[in-house]
């Protein structure tokens, strides 16, 4: 085993342990607020992913795909919490 393989690896497993933790933080937090907080990590997630897909294929137009992807993932993810949290305040509730 390389070390190439190595780090694909752990960036995999890290992608995967990050995504699950925010669905468990996701599932198990009462408040909708709380809720809010864990859908960061989700990001970081995707950004691993495409570190993975980069580093196991070198750059390629696949590479460049995940890595526009993780951007989108990044860029998009603080405003759409954002908006998600202005519209629970709008609405007044607090599930």
Not at 46 to 73: E, M, N, P
């Amino acid at each position: 085993m390389t070390l190439r393989e190595v780090v694909v690896w752990a960036l995999v497993v890290a992608a995967g342990a990050l995504q699950v933790l925010a669905c468990l933080g996701v599932l198990l937090m009462r408040d909708a607020y709380d809720r809010l907080h864990y859908t960061g990590p989700s990001a970081l997630g995707g950004l691993c992913a495409a570190g993975a897909v980069l580093c196991a294929g070198g750059w390629s137009l696949i590479a460049l795909k995940a890595l526009l992807l993780a951007a989108i993932l990044l860029v998009t993810g603080p405003v759409l919490t954002h908006a998600t949290a202005r519209a629970i305040h709008a609405r007044g509730q607090r599930p």
